[in-house]
Every structure is written in structure tokens, then in C-alpha cells.
């Protein structure tokens, strides 16, 4: 009879024993494949949801200083290179344009509304509140109380509109249908921004065209915000890209989101690989444990193949043999069952908006892992078998 048809049937004739066997791998198994799975897919989710929110850089005009007069009096002069709307498709036809997902420009200026001075800034509306999904507006005529402004991306802003911040609406007394005369043009009130408890609610917001207009700045630019999806690659990199494309700007990369997503990963990541440690741990003890009591409760079928003319290392190789089949099968159920609990579990565990598909990938990593920790907790037991003295074990028979 062979060697694999022995290990075989032994493990038949012991199915309780091969069970708790199979049962500590396949719990070790899917707990290390469920982790991994959920990390993936929060890498690929938070990625794709902090990068939308709020830009990750912003491109301003590049100001170089230039040393004028003699030694004994000398002054800089800072020559203010401007941006403009021409800079908008050398963004796109840039060599980070594939990472490019919103680009929201602006332009900030000083305006008079009656005797007072209050900042304007003319902004792109669907750009620019689909890149910053937190604003919303009170209610208005045919715009529900509270409702998110990236909902309302589509509506455009009339020329003759604006929309104002609620510090600012409540020094000018302004509510949604009013009008205001800013530089000597009347305007309604479109919509009066919620709170936000940022410098966005002394604000008021109004076409870029009809702001350029106002300020006789026509296609000028003060800042141009770009929103990126950045999974594969450094905010810096792209910050790089930028100003290659537009060398009369210098750009400043907002590492923020990037950093919160890393952070926010990087704690779940150690809990999850440190609850993977901890039952890893069990696993391979409780594997231990059961294997060495199995080898304890065949002593003297151990001695009759000694005896018989069994070497050391065939008495090792059933063991192994043994525990092989076992992680073999225990490795693929560890997969399954470690994929089913993370597509089922993952979303409400992390908070996952979007769907976590099964890693085909770690099937082979499932089986190796679970033949390593089969390994592990035999090697003592096997060592132990293949020593015993056969007069000893057989003994009592």
C-alpha cells in the first residue's frame, strides 16, 4: 500500500480529528482573505470619494522678483505673470490630463455694493459645486430646504443672478429673490448659501464671464482648482504636471484628502493584519494541539509501521501527506468563505459605497498560506512520530 493511500485513509478513519483540522485553517484562511479584500476595496473606494471632495491642487499666477536700483538702494519688483481661459485646454492636453476630473477656475475681486466693499468671485457653477458637494441652499422657489448643490450641478445660474454666503446675506439683508446692485449693476439673489462655517460664507458668487466683466479683467484668472483621481499616483506628480503645462503658474498640491485616505486605510490596515496575527495564532496552536493528540492516539499504529520496515521518513512524509490534503481543502473553503463574509460584510463594516468583487488572485495565496500553517503545526508532531521507539510503542498491544 502506498504512502498517499495510507495518509488517505487515515484521514477517513479520523474525520472528526481531520475536521477541527480543516476547521482552524479555513478560520485562519478567510479571516486573512476577508481583510485583504475589504483593504482593497476601501484603497479603491476612498480613493475615488476624497478625491472628488474639494480640489487636491490649486494652479495660482507666478510672481518673480526683479532687483532694480543701485547697491546702496535696491527694490524688487514682482512681475505677476497672469493666468487665463487659455490655460484651461492646456490642462486637458497635459501629460496628467487622464488623472484630470474636475476643473473648477475663478476669479476673486473687490466690488462695491452700496457704500460697502465685499469680495465677488465668478466661478463656473456646475465645475465648481460638483467639486465641492457640501455647499447647499436654503430654500427657494423650486429648490427643496437643504438640497445638495452637486444635485442642482445642471441648473444654470442666470447673467443676472447671483448666489451669496450667509454671513454676507445677513450683512447686506439680502433673502433668495432680492436684489442687489454691485458696481452698479442690478442683480437678484438667487439662492443664499447654508453655513458652512468657513471664509466661503462672506462670499458672493456669480458667473465667471459676468465677474470678469464687472472687474474689466476680461479672461483673467485669479486660481483655477483641479480635482484629480490620484489612486495610482502622488498628489506631487500631478502637481508636476501642472506647471510643465503652464509655466506662468506655480501649483500647490493639497495633500489633505490624500493623506486622510492613507491615514484612514493605514489604521484599518494594522487592525485588520493585527486581528489576522491574533487568530493566525489560534489557528496554528489549536492545529498544534490537535495534531499532537492525534499522533499521541496512534502510537502503537505508528510502531507496527516501524516494524514492520517503515523508515523515519515515511512516518514523517504520512504526516505531512496528511496535513497537505487537509490544508489543500481547508485553503479553498478559507477563500470562499473569507471572499463571501467580505462581500456581504465589507460594505457595512467599512462603510463601502461601491461593490467588493472577489479576488480570484488570492485563491493560490489562500492554499499556500493554509499549507504553511499545516506545515508549521505538524513539524513537531511529525518529529515525534518518526522517533518513537518501536518497542515502546508497541508494547501495550
Request: aromatic letters at 6%.
Amino acid at each position: 500500500m502506498s504512502i498517499f493511500r495510507i495518509a488517505l485513509n487515515n484521514l477517513k478513519r479520523r474525520k472528526m480529528k481531520s475536521f477541527f483540522i480543516m476547521l482552524g485553517l479555513v478560520v485562519g484562511v478567510s479571516t486573512v482573505i476577508g481583510i485583504i479584500t475589504i483593504i482593497r476595496a476601501m484603497n479603491a473606494d476612498l480613493g475615488d470619494r476624497i478625491d472628488e471632495f474639494g480640489p487636491n491642487s490649486i494652479i495660482l499666477p507666478r510672481s518673480e522678483g526683479v532687483e532694480m536700483g543701485n547697491e546702496m538702494s535696491q527694490e524688487i519688483n514682482y512681475d505677476v505673470q497672469k493666468l487665463t481661459m487659455e490655460d484651461i485646454p492646456k490642462i486637458l492636453a497635459s501629460e496628467v490630463s487622464e488623472y484630470i476630473n474636475i476643473i473648477s477656475p475663478k476669479l476673486i475681486g473687490a466690488v462695491d455694493v452700496g457704500e460697502q466693499k465685499t469680495l465677488i468671485v465668478g466661478i463656473e457653477p456646475k465645475s465648481e459645486f460638483m467639486q465641492k458637494p457640501w455647499f447647499s441652499l436654503k430654500e427657494q422657489s423650486g429648490i427643496k430646504n437643504g438640497e445638495k448643490i452637486d444635485e442642482l450641478a445642471f441648473v444654470e445660474l442666470p447673467e443676472t443672478s447671483i448666489m451669496i454666503g450667509s454671513s454676507a446675506a445677513k450683512a447686506f439683508d439680502l433673502k433668495s429673490g432680492e436684489t442687489i446692485v454691485i458696481n452698479e449693476q442690478t442683480f437678484s439673489v438667487f439662492g443664499v448659501l447654508n453655513e458652512t462655517g468657513g471664509e466661503e460664507d462672506g462670499l458672493i458668487y456669480a458667473n465667471l464671464a459676468v465677474v470678469q466683466s464687472l472687474l474689466n479683467r476680461s479672461s483673467e484668472l485669479s486660481m483655477i482648482e483641479v480635482s484629480a483621481y490620484c489612486n495610482a499616483c502622488p498628489i506631487e506628480e500631478i502637481a508636476m504636471g501642472l506647471e510643465k503645462a503652464l509655466p506662468n503658474s506655480r501649483v500647490i498640491p493639497l495633500k489633505r484628502a490624500a493623506l486622510f485616505r492613507e491615514e484612514t486605510i493605514d489604521r484599518f490596515s494594522t487592525f485588520g493584519l493585527a486581528l489576522s496575527g491574533i487568530v493566525l495564532l489560534i489557528a496554528v496552536l489549536v492545529l498544534f494541539k490537535t495534531m499532537l493528540s492525534s499522533i499521541n492516539e496512534r502510537t502503537r499504529e505508528i510502531g507496527i509501521f516501524r516494524a514492520i520496515g517503515f523508515r523515519k521518513m515515511h512516518i514523517v512524509s504520512i504526516i505531512f501527506i496528511e496535513a497537505g490534503l487537509i490544508s489543500l481543502i481547508g485553503g479553498i473553503a478559507g477563500f470562499l468563505l473569507g471572499s463571501i463574509m467580505a462581500v456581504y460584510a465589507g460594505p457595512y463594516l467599512a462603510q463601502i459605497q461601491g461593490e467588493i468583487t472577489i479576488q480570484v488572485g488570492l485563491l493560490l495565496p489562500s492554499i499556500l498560506l493554509s499549507a504553511i500553517l499545516a506545515i508549521i503545526a505538524s513539524a513537531y508532531p511529525a518529529l515525534k512520530a518518526a522517533r518513537l521507539n518501536p518497542a515502546e510503542a508497541l508494547r501495550f498491544i
